[in-house]
């Protein structure tokens, strides 16, 4: 392959690359010493469970492994203790070690529904940053300015609302960055709220002696909702170990504007030929493309019958769950207890958006008591049989 039809692929969805000229001088080197570039990527294993939202950047390793190079997936166990204030407006609160590990191993299971695990070496930041001593560390202080820190962003905005900024938090950066350092990393990519980050390590590898790193950012994928990052915490997600039904349902229910973002970021799809569709259409096929990536072709074509003959036929699904209760019960146990939600502060938070519907009624008030039996709508693709014994 050449190296403009990597360039194209490469480029695909992409909004910044520090710089191109640097990457194809890469690519060239690497072909010429018939040797694999080292991509980086760096996640906090924050949560346990990965969502559409960061396939964005797996999806452009995995790239990159088919062009031939290695992924270093660096899981920051040391560094998520600090936590990354990229994007954030308050200091985010440290994950404990035991959280960390259990969050990492679901990750790592994760990720092999998109990297090929054998062009993957999973590394771990606490390798070298709990062997260095606090002098060490403070020795590498010195390749950052408080003036650079404070031109961030993030922080800029959170010192004009005179909220803190804790010390640690300036930190993260500069651990980010030797990470590349450690790692020799020939390309390191990241999200846009991660460039500050990604250009540290850049500075750091120079101070080194290294060749800097290429940065490439990719966009922010917003969720269901239209406006925020995908994230759990707004439950706006689409995991990808949803229920297949689930995870169709709510891509169905994105916006057409929001559609051709998803199909540039998540798929390999001619974008011309997809805006040459009818939305409706081109939606029911990109909800059976992703479908078909984490389940198979045979599961997202079910999905889709089921999906159009619940919502077209305004039918209720099939093998709805039953949940049997043997005396009145607050709405709130039975969303949580029958594992519609996950915990009585996430189903307050659906009552409050209008999202539980129970026998065609919507459910506004939080003490509501179930006495009877009837069909409990959550949101629109979940339902559950409610039946009183």
Partial sequence: MTIEQQLKIIKRGVVDIVSESELIQK???AEQERRPLRIKAGFDPTAPDIHLGHTVLLRKLRQFQDLGHVVYFLIGDFTARI??????SQTRKPLTKREIIKNARTYKEQVGRILNLK????????????????ADILKLTMHTTV???LARADFRKRLDKKEE????????PVLQGYDSVILKSDIEIGGTDQIFNLMVGRDLQRDFGQ???????LPLLEGTDGINKMSKSLGNYIGITEKPEEMFGKIMSISDELMFKYYTLLTDEDIDAIRDMHPKEAKLRLAEIIVTQYYSAEIARVSRDEFQRVFSARQLPQGIPIFLIQESRRIVEIITDSGLSKSKNESRRLIRQGAIVFNNQRVEDENFIVDSSGILKVGSRRYLNIKRQ
Wanted: without cysteine.
């Fill in 27 to 29: 690519l060239k080197q």
């Fill in 165 to 172: 900024i804790s010390l640690i938090e300036f930190m993260y």
């Fill in 147 to 149: 003036s650079q820190m």
């Fill in 211 to 217: 060749i800097p790193q290429v940065v490439i950012t």
């Fill in 119 to 134: 062009r993957l070496k999973t590394v771990f930041n606490s390798r070298w940053f709990e062997d260095m001593s606090v």
């Fill in 83 to 88: 936590g990354d204030p990229s994007g954030k």
